[in-house]
């Protein structure tokens, strides 16, 4: 062997070393775009585990995890009351693009959270609070004769849901009409006009 030549053999090495050399960088570079990823989107210890406790108390009050988008718990002015729907929706983004935290995950999943759901299942979602609302406006009616819900009322969430009603005439499916009509419900009507079909409801 010549000083200066090189083997086959080293040749060989030699890309297999600068071959490893780049799969590291690679390595390291998506584990730092991943971690940038996480900062972006995360948020603190603290701020996160208020989230997961008003997911938690939603659970106990509907049996499951599945928050419409637009749900408001209404329980108070925070954000943690008027957008768990959106976080919900943001832990499955990051769980799909693997930047959520493995110990977030594990809470998650020990409360049985959906990691996805299918738009028909969404869709019963929103229907089951729709009814869970309306049976509150029905024991309403029940006590004061009329649906005229005041701003001020301790349940916010029955005020609001008689406002998108009465907003919602024109685009209201089938179903929740025939169900507002059974116990009475009138579009901008006045109090006597409620109160005529107070006694149909007592039946």
Partial sequence: KQ???????EVQNNSHDRQDVK???SKQKKTGEKKKK???HECTHDTWNRWFQTLLEYKAKYGDCLVPKLYNSYKDDTK???NLGGWVGHQRRLMKNGILKENRMKLLNSIGFAWSVRLGQMREIVMKHWLIVYERLKGYYVKYGHF?????DPDKELYLFV?????????????????LKKIGFKWNGGLHEQLSSMSRLRL
């Fill in 3 to 9: 000083r200066g030549s090189t083997t086959t053999k």
């Fill in 163 to 179: 406002k998108k009603v009465q907003n919602d005439k024109d685009v209201i499916c089938a179903t929740k009409m025939k169900l």
């Fill in 23 to 25: 799969e590291e960088v």
């Fill in 80 to 82: 943690f009351s008027k």
């Fill in 38 to 40: 996480q900062k972006k």
């Fill in 148 to 152: 005229q819900v005041a701003e001020d």
